[in-house]
C-alpha cells in the first residue's frame, strides 16, 4: 500500500490535526507504516505546532524527515490564511515543494496523511484554492467533521464540492470532543453515517474519541 490522502475539515478547528494525528498512531499500529505532513503551517517559525501534535497523538519523538522540515515544508509566521500569511512574510508559495515532500514520504512510507490549512475553499494563492491544489494531484479525501449544531450543512457541502470536481471521498471523520448538545450529536452522527451509506457507501466513517493528551 503506497497512498497520500488529504485530510481537510468542514471548518477551522474542527479536530484535523488531531484527526490526523489520530489516524497515523491507529494505522501505524496495524502495520502500515504512516507519516503526516502539514501542507502549509501558518502562524509558526521554523517549526509546525500541527507537527508537533501529530507526533504527540502518535506517542513518537520527531523524526528524521522533521528535522529535515520535510513535513512542513512551508512555514508562514502570521496565524492566517495561507494565501495572506505568505503576502505578510513578503513570499511567494512555492506549491511545488508540498509535491515534492510528498513524494519523498510515499519513498519511505506506506501512507502520507497530507493536512491541508483550514477548510477545501482556503485560499493558496489568490487564485488556486485547497481544492484545487488535491483536484490536480488526485488526491483522496477524509473529511473531518463533528456534532456541533451545523455542521451537516457544512459537512453536506464539502462533499458537494467533493463531487463536482470528481474527487474521491475516502472518509469521513466524526469528531466527538468538544461535547456539543447531546440530541444533536446523536442525531448528527446518525443523518451523516445513513448519509454516507446512501450517497458513498464505499466511504468509511470514523469516530474520533477524546484524546487525553495529559496522561
Known amino acids: ?27 501505524n499500529r496495524q502495520g502500515i507504516k504512516t507519516i503526516t ?4 503551517q501558518t502562524g509558526n517559525v521554523g517549526h509546525s505546532e500541527d507537527i508537533d501534535l501529530h507526533r504527540e497523538i502518535m506517542g513518537i ?12 515544508p512551508i512555514v508562514y509566521s502570521y496565524p492566517a490564511s495561507p494565501h495572506l500569511a505568505a503576502e505578510i512574510d513578503h513570499q511567494t508559495i ?21 493536512e491541508g490549512a483550514g477548510g477545501l475553499m482556503v485560499p493558496i494563492t489568490r487564485d488556486y484554492l485547497t481544492i484545487d491544489y488535491v483536484a490536480d494531484q488526485h488526491l483522496p479525501v477524509i473529511l473531518v467533521t463533528s456534532g456541533r449544531l451545523g455542521s451537516i450543512n457544512h459537512t453536506l457541502l464539502s ?13 469521513l471523520v466524526y469528531n466527538t470532543y468538544p461535547k456539543a448538545d447531546e440530541l ?3 442525531d448528527t452522527e446518525a443523518y451523516l453515517r445513513d448519509y454516507l451509506e446512501k450517497h458513498h457507501p464505499e466511504s468509511r466513517f470514523w469516530v474520533l474519541p477524546q484524546i487525553d493528551l495529559t496522561r
Not at 503506497?2 to 491507529?26: C, H, M, P, Q, V
Not at 505532513?37 to 502549509?40: C, L, V
Open 61 to 72: 519523538p520527531m523524526t528524521e524527515e522533521d528535522r529535515q522540515h520535510i513535513t512542513f
Open 1 to 27: 500500500m503506497k497512498e497520500t490522502f488529504f485530510i481537510t475539515g468542514i471548518d477551522t478547528n474542527i479536530g484535523k490535526s488531531y484527526a490526523t494525528g489520530w489516524l497515523a498512531r491507529e494505522w
Open 184 to 186: 444533536i450529536d446523536a
Open 94 to 114: 512555492p506549491i511545488d515543494r508540498i509535491g515534492e515532500s510528498t513524494r519523498i514520504l510515499r519513498d519511505r512510507y506506506d501512507v502520507v496523511l497530507l
Open 37 to 40: 505532513q502539514k501542507m502549509i
Open 159 to 171: 462533499i458537494e464540492a467533493l463531487e463536482k470536481r470528481a474527487i474521491s471521498l475516502y472518509g
